[in-house]
Nanobody, 122 residues
């Protein structure tokens, strides 16, 4: 069993930066791939990025490639999402998720955080 706590969201102006954190409890966290998803009002939850259990592989949505960076520190049971050059269209609730699957589908992930709000003003 893994429990995830998302944090780091907030209000930022366009062009600014935020770093989200996903802190996990559970001894097996380092065995899971961890992804970030986001959901804007009235829209489906969409994939943002994922990092493999070892940190050796990453995958990004085209909309964030080159602006967002996902990383993890397994000694701290934490995954990060560094978000730079933020745009108003990045406004959403951001969720981290852990699972043994890989990829962009929500079905690959078994455990979810509670979400953290990111608002980017123009």
């Amino acid at each position: 069993q893994v429990q995830l706590v998302d944090s780091g969201g907030g209000l930022v102006q366009a062009g600014g930066s935020l770093r989200l954190s996903c802190a996990a409890s559970g001894r097996t966290f380092s065995s899971y791939n961890v992804g970030w998803f986001r959901q804007a009002p009235g829209k489906e939850r969409e994939f943002v990025a994922v990092i493999s259990w070892s940190g050796g592989s990453t995958l990004y949505a085209d909309s964030v490639k080159g602006r967002f960076t996902i990383s993890r520190d397994n000694t701290k049971n934490t995954v990060y999402l560094q978000m730079n050059s933020l745009k108003p269209e990045d406004t959403a609730i951001y969720y981290c998720a852990a699972g043994v699957g890989w990829g962009t589908s929500r079905m690959a992930y078994n455990y979810w955080g509670q979400g953290t709000q990111v608002t980017v003003s123009s």
